[in-house]
């Protein structure tokens, strides 16, 4: 049986409105769209600090495991393991996860030309960076911080970050028994620098003797 129109209309607006209001939100959470991930930092070396490694220098695939931090320009990806594959043309693909019970792999990066940073937390993240992406999966959180303060954030069961575009998708997934946690975004008011003293009452001064 077909959908009467009144229906289908209704069905149409709706899917209208979801989508609008997902573009919406990414627009606002991407506040500065001139600004992208730091370009330097895929010309800086990559320093790794563990408490073990090892290697497979055949197939390029190394493992870190033990209080793992990684170093790549404003780049900073810590996490209990990290496996890093490297392919023919040099690029590297890490994959950090945390292994600790309560504990998430955390990723950081300064955008460019402005005093803001991303930062990124999930049991697993994996960066690619050829595809200049970041992909959080479980308990996935991502954050913009500006002056060192927390403004916007997303949280998911995954989230994929283009630090190129700066343009990020948020999902849900089903957890097997039907039901689906809701992914969460807070967007936080723009107030421009110096606004809050503006709107500041003046204190009257008294007046000379």
Known sequence: MSMPMREKSRSNRRRSVRSILAAAAVSIFCAS??????RADK????????????????NQIHVYTGDVVLTKGTIILRADQLTVKQDPEGYNLGVAIATQAGKLA?????????????????????YDE??????????????????????????????DYNTRTELYDVQSID???????????ILQPKIKPGASDAAAPVRQQPSPP
Do not use: H, M
Not at 134 to 157: P, Y
């Open 175 to 185: 957890q097997g028994n039907g039901k689906r946690v809701r992914t969460r975004t």
């Open 33 to 38: 769209p001139q600004a992208f991930g730091e």
């Open 130 to 159: 050829k595809a200049d992406t970041v992909r959080l999966f479980n308990r996935a959180i991502v954050k913009r911080l500006v002056a060192g303060r927390d403004a916007d954030e997303s949280r998911g069961d995954r989230i």
């Open 106 to 126: 955390y990723f950081k990066q300064k955008r460019e030309g402005v005093d803001e940073y991303i930062e990124g937390q999930a049991e697993r993240i994996e």
């Open 43 to 58: 010309e800086k070396p990559a320093v790794i600090n563990a408490d073990k490694n090892s290697g497979d220098d055949l």
